[in-house]
């Protein structure tokens, strides 16, 4: 990557996940950094690692907008699937990094998240012309995701992709 071409944004609850994502990008010679002034990060890629849920309302005095791309693969597990997992999973997996349904949502379909980041989505400024989104989802629920995306975030351009097992998994749209 060119220098100044990258401002990355990890943005999660967990501790371990923020760590595992700096660890990343220092393999990748971008090591972590606190938000730069404009005329400074244009001279060099930084990773800014956030700890924090996309519920709190001072998220974005920490995570500076427009975007190019946003990525995700939130929580999509509906209860009732999750209380049928194998333990095996239930052992060794944060049920936070697992459950989509949020205790105040009704819907249990596990599609809150997909709800909440299109909120997100939609307040101007957030996306800037080009953009790409891309949300990793659960068996079953792309085309209600595309859907969110397309009538809550205002997105039309989008796109399904199938996994190498043809299942459709990521749901992709252009701003």
Not at 1 to 16: E, K, L, N, Q
Not at 110 to 120: D, H, P, S, V
Request: hydrophobic residues 40%; proline residues 10%; neutral net charge.
């Amino acid at each position: 990557m060119p220098p100044g071409s990258t401002r990355a944004y990890g943005i999660d609850i967990s501790r371990d996940a923020i760590q595992l994502a700096t660890d990343n990008a220092a393999r990748c010679n971008i090591p972590p950094s606190e938000p730069l002034p404009f005329a400074q990060s244009n001279r060099r890629n930084i990773f800014i690692p956030v700890l924090s849920d996309l519920r709190d309302p001072n998220l974005f005095k920490r995570v500076l907008p427009p975007f190019d791309v946003i990525t995700a693969n939130p929580p999509y597990i509906p209860k009732r699937e999750y209380d049928k997992l194998p333990i095996s999973v239930k052992n060794y997996e944060d049920p936070a990094a697992l459950l989509g349904d949020l205790p105040d949502d009704e819907n249990r379909d596990g599609l809150a998240f997909y709800r909440l980041i299109a909120q997100l989505l939609r307040q101007k400024g957030m996306l800037r012309d080009g953009s790409i989104v891309a949300l990793e989802v659960g068996q079953n629920q792309a085309d209600a995701v595309e859907a969110i995306l397309q009538q809550s975030a205002g997105l039309r351009n989008t796109q399904v992709w199938k996994d190498p097992w043809n299942v459709k998994r990521v749901v992709l749209a252009h701003a």
